[in-house]
């Protein structure tokens, strides 16, 4: 395994609920991502942290939060989601800055249905 | 525009085939190309690296090919196995900023036995 983790596997909300996903890293690493993979497209990069400041929103509706309380941690909280939002949601990590050729580890992803 | 195009979008094999995967890109500036195998239900894992300067890497079965001037790369795959039944992503990064990967929609990879 990678060393990111991921939980939960499998999500199942209505549009009124809140969530959250959460993601660790067992790998030292400063910098996470939230990436969000939805079927034959490409993989969107949501949020970047680097040593728990965000330096990176790609536009994400604010439906989506992101929290990383320590290098190790990171969080998506969810609240009323549309159906479109289904997708694979992704958490990467890294060295940041230190690592030119930026090796992202990936963990094994939350599968969210919205109903 | 930044983008990724791979090619084709799916393809199926037999075991023991080879084949190749194709990607180009029109990403600039340029920092280095990877290639990640995403199994179903999994994240992506990290296959091959290459930078400007590098034109041919290789992991096991797995060889990757980089012409920077072009701005093309391959992936090619030996003795398919069934395991090799995956996505395959290709991805360029720019260098700049952290986090700034361009991703392709990947080649979805079945290998048959």
């Known amino acids: 395994e990678t060393g990111v983790t991921q939980t939960p596997r499998h999500l199942v909300m209505g549009m009124t609920n809140k969530k959250s996903l959460k993601c660790e890293q067992h790998?030292?690493?400063?910098?996470m991502y939230w990436y969000k993979q939805s079927a034959k497209k490409p993989l969107e990069l949501m949020f970047v942290y680097s040593l728990e400041e965000r330096v990176e929103n790609n536009s994400v509706p604010s439906r989506f939060s992101p929290e990383c309380p320590n290098s190790s941690h990171l969080f998506l909280h969810l609240h009323t989601l549309q159906p479109e939002d289904s997708a694979l949601y992704l958490c990467?990590?890294?060295?940041?800055?230190?690592?030119?050729?930026?090796?992202?580890?990936f963990g094994p992803g939350t599968r969210l249905l919205v109903l | 525009k930044n983008q990724v195009e791979q090619s084709p979008q799916s393809l199926i094999i037999l075991e023991g085939k080879n084949c190749t995967l194709q990607?180009?890109?029109?990403?600039?500036?340029?920092?280095?190309l990877r290639w990640y195998k995403q199994d179903t239900g999994r994240g992506p894992v990290s296959l091959t690296i290459?930078?400007?300067?590098?034109n041919t890497k290789s992991n096991g079965r797995y060889t990757a090919t980089l012409d920077a001037d072009t701005k093309q790369s391959s992936l090619h795959i030996t003795a398919s196995q069934l395991s090799d039944s995956a996505s395959y992503i290709c991805?360029?990064?720019?260098?700049?900023?952290?986090?700034?990967?361009?991703f392709g929609r990947g080649t979805q990879l079945t290998v048959w036995p």
């Open positions: 790998l030292g690493h400063n910098a």
């Open positions: 991805v360029v990064n720019r260098g700049s900023t952290l986090g700034r990967l361009y």
């Open positions: 290459m930078t400007f300067s590098e």
């Open positions: 990607c180009n890109y029109t990403v600039s500036p340029f920092s280095n």
């Open positions: 990467a990590s890294s060295l940041g800055q230190t690592d030119p050729q930026e090796t992202q580890y």
